[in-house]
Structure formats: C-alpha cells, structure tokens
C-alpha cells in the first residue's frame, strides 16, 4: 500500500500563489505518473497536473502557464507551485499517484478570496 500525505493548502488572495506538496510513503516500488486533481463545490474532479517518472508533464488548459509541477523521485514528493491563483481555482486539491493501481491523498482545501 502507498500513503500519500498533502500539505500546503489554505487561503490566499487573487493573484497569490500556494505550493502543495505530496509525500508518497509506504510499499514504494515504482511510482510511473503523480499529480493533482481538483473538487470544486458541485463540480466533477478533474486533472489539474501530472508528471511522469521521465518528468513529462501535463496540465488542464484553465491552469497551463499559472501553475507549475514537479516531483522529487528520492523524496517520492510531488510538488504544485500555483501562481496568479484565480477565485476560480478554489477547490479540494488531491494528491493522485499510480504505483500498479491509482492512489488518493485525503485531500486539502484551497480557497483563493478577497
């Protein structure tokens, strides 16, 4: 089993930034792809950013030049750099990383308010 712990969360201003960080601990043989999905309130999740073990890296469009990822392949730890955050972005952000199967972090809340 992979745990997965977040932290990094909380509330900003518009056009603030906030970086999560993920810590993946546990039965860690061979992580391929971490990232991050959001929640909002009423909405579906969806793919915020993944990075894969070569450090490929993909991002939603609502994101792509704003919010940066990265991981740390010693650390088992995926970080998001978010810059310029929008009211828009506010949301629980989840820790997501597939080692054979997915795995979820608890989650932490991102409020982005004036």
């Known amino acids: 089993q992979v745990q997965l712990v977040e932290s990094g969360g909380g509330l900003v201003q518009p056009g603030g930034s906030l970086r999560l960080s993920c810590a993946a601990s546990?039965?860690?043989?061979?992580?391929?792809?971490m990232g991050w999905y959001r929640q909002a309130p009423g909405k579906q999740r969806e793919l915020v950013a993944l990075?894969?073990?070569?450090?490929?890296?993909n991002y939603a469009d609502s994101v792509r030049g704003r919010f940066t990822i990265s991981r740390d392949n010693a650390k088992n730890t995926v970080y998001l750099q978010m810059n310029s955050l929008k009211p828009e972005d506010t949301a629980v952000y989840y820790c997501?990383?597939?080692?054979?199967?997915?795995?979820w972090g608890q989650g932490t809340q991102v409020t982005v308010s004036s």
């Open positions: 546990g039965s860690i043989f061979s992580i391929t792809a």
């Open positions: 990075v894969a073990s070569g450090g490929s890296a």
């Open positions: 997501y990383v597939i080692q054979r199967k997915p795995y």
